[in-house]
């Protein structure tokens, strides 16, 4: 545990350690490790040691320039992850030092070893929350569960379909679709490994995966089998994985667009339309107007599966002093990686 120290004057940071860019841009030229000085801890602020946050792929597309909501510049890196209080302002009743918070609604600027953000912003949690699924449970865990709730109606038995399905994202789909008896799709990018692939997805509950060759035939229905024809499909990919994904989607189904991981438009045949009445949708968490109380609770929530065990996904842990490799990683350089995150 962290308590305030006395080398520090009580209402300053200590100095900080950050990834900022100064410009946007391709996101490994742009970026880069500087010290950032010591910053007042106002009466109603809380300094946090940073602990772990990841790199997700809005986090690139912020700093490449391409996202909507861009931060003034110079910009510290990164949106979520999770600290330990090091020291509070003189008016802050309700935390500690030692006590592991989480910024919720989260901003950006994770990707740096001290922050100082005002109380509010803060969200306790329990200690016992291993590091790395506190640092990342709030935007793709938390997508998934909303995307899940709030689209269609679904009841056990029912189906989904998701291409993308190895993304955080999706392995959350896969588990919280099986808690609810809910059968799940997936298609996989083709790679040499996707027997190994295949497999780990169905042992988190996958009940069906393809790869995107697998599904070049003319009736993929036939490859259900028992499994009911979906009613939502969730694309993260775009291009030909949403093609593929459509022709999946039961009459009538609904298909909601949350990532563009190929960078490709997304494509529907006019039949499609014609014959089967689907419904295109987007969703952005950001966007969406849900109570802070509510993405609280959603958070809790899902931290609870994942210090039970029933909520698992892939991540690598990085030390913050590779950056660049992490980075390099997370951008996709050396292939398919595990989720990177941060570790300072
Ligand atoms: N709209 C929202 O509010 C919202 C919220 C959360 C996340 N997202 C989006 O959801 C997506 C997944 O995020 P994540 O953090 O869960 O992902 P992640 O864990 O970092 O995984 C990346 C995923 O993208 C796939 N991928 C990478 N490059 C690709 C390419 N060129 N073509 C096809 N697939 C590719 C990877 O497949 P392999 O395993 O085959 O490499 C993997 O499934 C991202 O687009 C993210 O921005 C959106």
Not at 52 to 63: K, V
Not at 144 to 158: C, H, I, Q, S
Not at 214 to 242: F, Q, S
Not at 303 to 308: D, E, V
Request: hydrophobic share 40%; net charge neutral.
């Amino acid at each position: 545990m962290l308590s305030q120290q006395s080398h520090f004057p009580a209402a300053m940071s200590p100095p900080s350690m950050a990834a900022v860019y100064y410009k946007y841009g391709p996101v490994d030229t742009v970026i880069r490790l500087t010290e950032i000085p010591p910053v007042e801890i106002s009466e109603n602020d809380v300094c946090v040691k940073m602990l772990a946050a990841p790199i997700n792929p809005a986090d690139i597309n912020r700093i490449e320039g391409v996202y909507p909501n861009q931060p003034p510049l110079p910009a510290v890196g990164g949106g979520e992850g999770v600290g330990e209080i090091h020291s509070v302002g003189s008016a802050v009743k309700v935390f500690s030092p030692g006590d592991l918070v989480i910024r919720s609604p989260y901003v950006p600027g994770a990707w740096q070893t001290y922050m100082v953000e005002e109380q509010s912003l803060w969200h306790k949690i329990d200690k016992s929350t291993p590091i790395e699924y506190a640092a990342t449970v709030s935007v793709n865990p938390v997508s998934a569960l909303r995307m899940l709730n709030e689209f269609v109606t679904l009841k056990p038995g029912d189906s989904i379909v998701q291409n993308g399905a190895t993304s955080i994202v999706g392995q959350c789909f896969i588990q919280l679709a099986r808690f609810r008896g809910i059968h799940s799709i997936n298609i996989i990018r083709d790679s040499p490994k996707s027997d190994e692939v295949k497999e780990k997805l169905i042992k988190l509950g996958a009940d069906k995966v393809f790869t995107e060759s697998e599904l070049d035939v003319k009736r993929v229905k036939i490859l259900l089998g028992d499994t009911p024809e979906p009613i939502l499909g969730l694309n993260c990919v775009g291009g030909n994985a949403a093609t593929l994904l459509v022709k999946f989607l039961k009459q009538g189904g609904t298909m909601v667009t949350y990532g563009g991981m190929s960078r490709d438009p997304v494509v529907v045949s006019t039949s499609n339309f014609i014959f089967k009445d689907i419904t295109l949708k987007g969703f952005w968490l950001q966007e969406w107007k849900l109570s802070k109380t509510k993405y609280r609770d959603w958070i809790d929530y899902l931290l609870g599966l994942a210090r039970a065990g029933k909520l698992k996904y892939e991540m690598e842990l990085v030390s913050f002093n590779d950056f660049h490799k992490a980075l390099e990683k997370a951008m996709g350089k050396h292939g398919s990686q595990r989720k990177q995150v941060l570790i300072f």
